[in-house]
């Protein structure tokens, strides 16, 4: 196995994680900086104030792009197969 093609696996790996990771990130972001305004405005100080609404939103995010997700997994593990049995050979 050769520098270049280890290089790629983790490239394509990373490229996973972000693809997996991103929407449910940008959905607690958009949420708490909504909720952190929220929580200026009122001057309310309940830490429930700002996670209940979080949880409730990356939950919706994460069954929305469960399709996205699944293919995302698929792809990238039929890819790997795909590099094992070419380094295997």
Known sequence: ???????????????????????????????????GFFQSATQANDPSVGFVPKLFAVGAVVLASRELMGHELMHFSTLMLHHIVAVAR
């Open 1 to 35: 196995m050769d520098p270049a093609s280890l290089t790629q696996w983790l490239v394509d790996a990373l490229h996973v994680v972000l693809v997996l990771a991103a929407p449910a990130v940008l959905a607690c972001f958009a949420v708490g900086l909504g909720a």
